[in-house]
């Protein structure tokens, strides 16, 4: 059965609309410039990326990258390389155009996990929209999570056409382009429980033989990815001189998920990192309460084979329509400015020094910038502020020598 003339107007509309507002929220970022934030480690001065010879190919397959393996992703670098070389504005548009597909695919998923054409538009437009993503894809350093979600969504995507009518073949390809997806960034190895989540909302069988054995390869290479993403870390020390409790480790991961989803609908004090709490009070454990019961309500409704968000609101998304459109407008605007702070290394550590001036990492990279710079008074101010936060940090030690080398005071260095 072929597609209505008005359901295709309908599908372009609705792709049209989700394409223009992110090219209005991301317009001046092909501009932007790189940021010593990582991009030089994996572009600037990265020369396995200069050319696809066997030689490079197999440096991606076999290093470690900033402490993560992405083999897929540096594809991605190769190929944006081989069209512009070391300019910015190429891997800037990359970027965006793969925002702009991954944005459609999540249309196309939620548009064939429930009825509502409108529903998947407006849920399309908020992934699109939220300031929150502003760091995915205005940063190049981060083109791993742009890549990986491509992959994931096509995994999702195919995933609901192997549930309705199961095969072999479907299921091969769902779990290569879940390999693919772990390969550009170890953080997919949870698409085995966004395919359970799937199989909840279309009220599939999650239980028995039958549905877990197809399954098992996806899960073994969930695990082997993980080992290795662990494994890449390790290498890179960031691992290493914690002072934080097992404990305290184990509960990071229920707080950073759920402060995730806080700031992905109120996008309020963003930044490029967030250092570690220096205490832990009722804001950390109400975060953790909140993931709990949320995890909660998941495996109740496996358990009962509930529809998950089943109800009015997707029964009338008509009265989605002006809250969620005056969100989408508020979230365009909102991503618009915050990539004020992509735009080149001086906003770029002015926002994060406004946001975190304690912090060791934030000061002592700002120096190495005001060191490159030349601007020597400015390195010294953040390079000793630094030390003084962090006195074992041993990169600002480092550059806190070299600025010595270089302003002639060789016995300081």
């Known amino acids: 059965m072929g597609v209505s003339p008005t359901h295709r107007r309908h599908l372009l509309l609705h792709i049209a609309v989700i394409v223009a507002a992110i090219a209005l929220a991301w317009f001046r970022i092909p501009g932007a410039a790189f940021l010593n934030w990582d991009d030089g480690e994996y572009v600037l001065n990265n020369p396995w990326i200069r050319s696809l010879a066997p030689e490079n190919i197999r440096a991606w397959f076999s290093t470690f990258f900033v402490g993560n393996y992405q083999p897929v992703t540096m594809v991605s670098y190769a190929i944006d390389y081989a069209i512009g070389g070391a300019g910015a504005a190429v891997y800037h548009t990359s970027s965006i155009a793969l925002h702009m597909i991954n944005a459609v695919l999540v249309y196309l998923f939620f548009s064939k996990l429930q009825p509502q054409k409108t529903v998947a538009l407006f849920t399309a437009l908020l992934f699109a929209l939220s300031p929150v993503q502003a760091e995915s894809v205005s940063w190049i350093a981060e083109r791993k999570t742009l890549v990986s979600t491509l992959f994931c969504l096509l995994a999702l995507l195919q995933y609901q056409g192997y549930v309705r009518r199961p095969s072999v073949g479907r ?4 779990t290569l382009l879940s390999a693919l997806a772990m390969l550009s960034k170890a953080t997919a190895v949870v698409l085995p429980l966004l395919l359970w989540a799937t199989d909840i909302w279309l009220q599939m069988p999650s239980k028995g033989r039958k549905v877990w054995l197809p399954r098992l390869p996806l899960l073994a290479l969930s695990v082997l990815v993980g080992l290795v993403a662990i494994k890449a870390q390790q290498e890179a020390h960031f691992m290493e001189g914690t002072p934080h409790s097992i404990l305290q480790h184990i509960a990071a991961v229920p707080y950073a998920w759920c402060m995730y989803i806080v700031r992905f609908f109120a996008p309020v004090g963003l930044s490029a990192m967030y250092p ?10 109400a975060a953790i309460a ?4 949320v995890m909660g309500l998941w495996v109740r409704a496996w358990k009962k084979s509930e529809h998950v968000l089943h109800g009015g609101l997707l029964q009338r998304p008509q ?3 002006v809250p969620v459109s005056a969100i989408s407008l508020l979230f365009t605007a909102g991503t618009y400015l915050r990539n004020n702070d992509w735009q080149n290394d001086h906003t770029f550590y002015a926002a994060l020094l406004e946001r975190f001036p304690e912090s060791a990492v934030a000061q002592y990279s700002a120096g190495v910038m005001y060191l490159r710079d030349g601007n020597y008074e400015q390195a010294a101010v953040h390079l000793d502020k630094a030390v003084r936060l962090e006195p074992n940090n041993a990169k600002a030690w480092y550059n806190k020598g070299l600025l010595h080398m270089r302003t002639g005071q060789v016995m300081e260095a």
């Open 276 to 285: 570690w709490p220096t205490q832990w009070g009722m804001a950390q454990w």
């Open 290 to 293: 909140g993931a709990a019961i």
């Open 319 to 321: 009265l989605l329509v």
């Open 171 to 174: 299921m091969v390809v769902v």
